[in-house]
Structures are given as structure tokens and as C-alpha cells.
């Protein structure tokens, strides 16, 4: 190689640290909706279209069908059962609905709704990144920093259900938590990666088991200023919820 050469191989290595280290400075912001596997997680769901009553009248039809196969039904209840299926099965085929066609492809809708819960998106596993959300506490690690799970709601794994595997990030600090609350929304950057984990944390009201399919490293931790979803609250509301948080010593 000649001296023009060995300049220009030292330039593109050059150049690609450089890319590299601005890469590092900048790194991507995502949202929960970006975790999942986005292909995975389309497809057509015929249950989630029809809307909570005609879903309730399906399963009318599923178990009335049930207590009609059997031997122990006396003739009046079976008179009265066989009203309230014909009652069922007419509303769903006014409403279009084939009640053969979507039993049938129940246990398929089942397991792609089980792998939509499961699959990561590829495309951000092994990125730089940053995360806004509330982090629930899990203990210490070894060297004594910080771990925990980082959700999009307030209540999650809390008076509501922990969110599917793919939607819940177990984070791993490098320093302590600032002072913070499960109230207060955090910014994290760090290297996400695909990482199955599953603990049995306490939450609020009792232990919650936290199925993850995430790890983050965390680099920096900020506390994210509050938006003014309270903007609009009248005086003595505001004042009312500036008590609480006090109280709270938030």
C-alpha cells in the first residue's frame, strides 16, 4: 500500500470514530410502543373489533352451548338456556358477525396475541437510547446500585397489571436514584438489549411477578419535568394537590 493509501485508510478510520462517538452522543429516542416487534404485532384480531358487548354475547354462546351438551340440564332450564342462545346468536349475525368462523380461529388468535406479547423489535436491541417513564424499585444489585423496571403508566405492576414481557424494561443503574417517587417520571439513557429476566418484586399492595424481555444499562438518569396535564385544575384543586405532595414529600 502507498503512502496515498495509508492516508486515506487512516482518514476513514478517523471518520468512522467520529460517527461513532457523535452516534454515542445522540442517542435515540424511543417510546414503549416502539418495543414490540412491529411485525409480529400486526395482524388482524376479529375479538378486539367486535367491542365488549358482542365479545360478552361470543362467550354467552360458548357457554350456553356447553351447558346444553350436557345430561343434567331439566327441560324447563333447557327451554330458557336455548331462548337465550338463539337471543345470543341473533345479535352477533345482525351485527355480521360468522360465530363458526371466529370460534374457529380462536386458539390461532390466542397464541399470535401470546408471541405479540413476547417478540422484541430487533431494529433497537443493542442501541443507545432514551427512555421516558416510572421506575419501581427492585433492591440492589451486587456493587450495591440500584434495579428495577421501568413502565409507561403510573399504576403499572401497581393497582394495575404489569404490562406484556416486551413492554417492560429492567434497568440496571450505575449510580443511586436521585431522590424520586413511583410518581415521578424519568428520562433514562443507556444500551437497551434483549434480555429475558423474571423476579417476584413487592409493589404497593403486595408481590408482583415482573416477566421482562428487556435489560437497560442505564447511563444517566434525569427527573423529567411534569407536563401540565394539571394545568387546567382550579386554584383550590391545585392547592389541594400541592398538600398531597407534601405530605407525600415529593
Not at 70 to 78: C, L
Not at 159 to 187: F, I, M
Request: proline content about 6%; some cysteine; hydrophobic content about 40%.
Amino acid at each position: 500500500m502507498g503512502q496515498r493509501g495509508a492516508i486515506f485508510q487512516s482518514f476513514l478510520v478517523v471518520a468512522v470514530l467520529v460517527t461513532a462517538g457523535q452516534a454515542l452522543s445522540e442517542p435515540q429516542e424511543i417510546v414503549f410502543s416502539d418495543l414490540p416487534d412491529p411485525v409480529v404485532s400486526s395482524f388482524q384480531d376479529p375479538f378486539r373489533e367486535m367491542g365488549f358487548e358482542l365479545l360478552g354475547e361470543l362467550r354467552t354462546v360458548v357457554r350456553l352451548e356447553a351447558q346444553l351438551g350436557g345430561d343434567d340440564v331439566s327441560a324447563d332450564a333447557r327451554t330458557r338456556l336455548e331462548s337465550r342462545l338463539q337471543e345470543a346468536r341473533s345479535s352477533l349475525d345482525a351485527n355480521g358477525h360468522d360465530i363458526d368462523a371466529l370460534l374457529a380461529q380462536r386458539w390461532t388468535i390466542a397464541e399470535k396475541r401470546k408471541q405479540a406479547m413476547m417478540a422484541t423489535n430487533s431494529e433497537i436491541s443493542d442501541s443507545w437510547i432514551t427512555i421516558s417513564g416510572y421506575f419501581i424499585p427492585a433492591g440492589l444489585d451486587d456493587s450495591g446500585f440500584p434495579i428495577g423496571y421501568l413502565v409507561s403508566e403510573i399504576g403499572l405492576c401497581g393497582h394495575k397489571p404489569p404490562p406484556p414481557p416486551n413492554q417492560l424494561v429492567r434497568v440496571q443503574l450505575n449510580s443511586p436514584l436521585p431522590h424520586t417517587s413511583l410518581y415521578q417520571p424519568l428520562e433514562i439513557t443507556g444500551v437497551l438489549r434483549t434480555e429475558d429476566s423474571m423476579e417476584t418484586v413487592f409493589v404497593l399492595d403486595g408481590d408482583v411477578p415482573m416477566v421482562s424481555r428487556w435489560k437497560l444499562q442505564a447511563q444517566t438518569v434525569d427527573l423529567k419535568v411534569e407536563d401540565d396535564r394539571y394545568s387546567d385544575l382550579t386554584p383550590w384543586a391545585q392547592s389541594l394537590r400541592e398538600g398531597l405532595k407534601n405530605k407525600r414529600g415529593n
